[in-house]
T-cell receptor, first 114, second 114 residues
């Protein structure tokens, strides 16, 4: 089975530009998570969806960040406008069901905002 | 508050030596516990997980972990480390029921000397 697929793998953008990160979860998984990893803060949960519905977005840092899941096989994380402090690795993860199952991670999108 | 603590930020071992990475959790009930490994520039790969039952769990790449309820610990071990084991290791936990949300420890970076 294909794993969680993220794109782009690497992006360098200028401050103020819009950034869109994409994620395709594993087929049949009904929960999807966006994490951010930085040296200072480690791995932080930004938002998670269940059955395409956002359940908890309390980790989204500010209004510049938004996430959508229009269908079971696709999600986006958008930053507009981007700032240098948004530079991080953004991971998408998915899981089938909830209790007792394993979350699988994508390989991450490495974002640099200059 | 729920938390996962990895007391060691950096660990250096010699190739062939044994390894133990520490992880402690703070939860009201026994959580589901995981160890992930992240190689440089890569995503997170699941090494092993504990849900219930036998407190000694075997994982991939020769790793094992032991759940100790009395110590609220889930330490990762390997009897003989290989140079390719150099990576960052994350302990994570999630509570049962409703919706899974992984809480990660800060990570332990492992260096392996030849």
């Amino acid at each position: 089975d294909a794993g969680v697929i993220q794109s782009p793998r690497h992006e360098v953008t200028e401050m103020g530009q819009e950034v869109t990160l994409r994620c395709k979860p594993i087929s049949g998984h009904n929960s999807l998570f966006w994490y951010r990893q930085t040296m200072m803060r480690g791995l932080e949960l930004l938002i998670y969806f269940n059955n395409n519905v956002p359940i908890d977005d309390s980790g989204m840092p500010e209004d510049r960040f938004s996430a959508k899941m229009p269908n079971a096989s696709f999600s986006t994380l958008k930053i507009q406008p981007s700032e240098p402090r948004d530079s991080a690795v953004y991971f998408c993860a998915s899981i089938r069901g909830t209790k007792g199952n394993t979350i699988y991670f994508g390989e991450g999108s490495w974002l640099t905002v200059v | 508050a729920q938390s996962v603590t990895q007391p060691d930020i950096h660990i250096t071992v010699s190739e062939g030596a044994s390894l133990e990475l520490r992880c402690n959790y703070s939860y009201g009930a026994t959580p589901y516990l995981f160890w992930y490994v992240q190689s440089p520039g890569q995503g997170l790969q699941l090494l092993l997980k504990y849900f219930s039952g036998d407190t000694l769990v075997q994982g991939i790449k020769g790793f094992e972990a032991e759940f100790k309820r009395s110590q609220s610990s889930f330490n990762l071990r390997k009897p003989s480390v290989h140079w390719s084991d150099a990576a960052e290791y994350f302990c994570a936990a999630t509570v049962s029921g409703g919706y899974n949300k992984l809480i990660f420890g800060a990570g332990t970076r492992l260096a392996v000397h030849p």
